[in-house]
């Protein structure tokens, strides 16, 4: 019986751990779509970021990229109709004329409702979408994302938590056993 409380206390203490570096080695090695071969870019993404501020793209896709109404473009999604959504024609065409109910999502008008933006202007944007995707380091985690992640954090402490306290309620309650019999034998 002792063994099989020392086999459980083990497992427990190796497999979470175990359990938690598995997820977090997922987490880091998931990737987005690789950037479009060649490197040529359809344009200047400096004059790109200014224009993708200025110009309401934000209110859909995020100031750093991130999504929320509209598709996260760094890393980007993937949609259905595509499978490089970092070509610069995709991106040129999907900023040009727009896109409707594709994965999931709404409607996006064609120029991002800015019906301003020049054929120039549409080629800086998506020249500055393929950059920001060419950019190693962190990323910015989208909505989905950082709620998954909260939710999955605050579960884990409270299990271990609760772990913790378990395995001190039972110390405990050993310690005070011990004492009473040490006690009512003197």
């Known amino acids: 019986m002792a063994t099989r409380r020392w086999v459980l206390r083990a497992v427990i203490a190796l497999g979470v751990p175990v359990l938690l570096l598995s ?26 970021a200014q224009l993708f501020s200025s110009s309401g ?29 970092l070509d ?32 120039q202007d549409i080629r800086d944007i998506a020249a500055f979408i393929i950059q920001s995707n060419q950019q190693k380091g962190p990323q910015a985690l989208g909505p989905v994302e950082l709620a998954r992640s909260n939710v999955f954090w605050i579960a884990t402490t409270i299990f271990l938590l609760v772990v913790v306290t378990w395995l001190l309620a039972r110390y405990n309650m050993r310690w005070v056993a011990r004492r009473a019999r040490n006690r009512g034998g003197s």
């Open 88 to 119: 610069p024609n995709y991106l040129i065409d999907t900023i040009t004329n727009g896109k409707s109910g594709v994965g999931g999502y709404g409607t996006m008008p064609a120029k991002g409702g800015n019906s301003s933006l020049t054929d």
């Open 23 to 48: 997820w977090t080695l997922v987490a880091v090695s998931a990737q987005g779509p690789s950037p479009s071969p060649g490197g040529k870019l359809p344009g200047d993404p400096a004059k790109g």
């Open 57 to 85: 793209c934000t209110s859909c896709h995020g100031a750093s990229l991130e999504g929320g109404v509209g598709p996260r473009l760094n890393p980007i999604v993937t949609l259905p109709d595509t499978k490089n959504p």
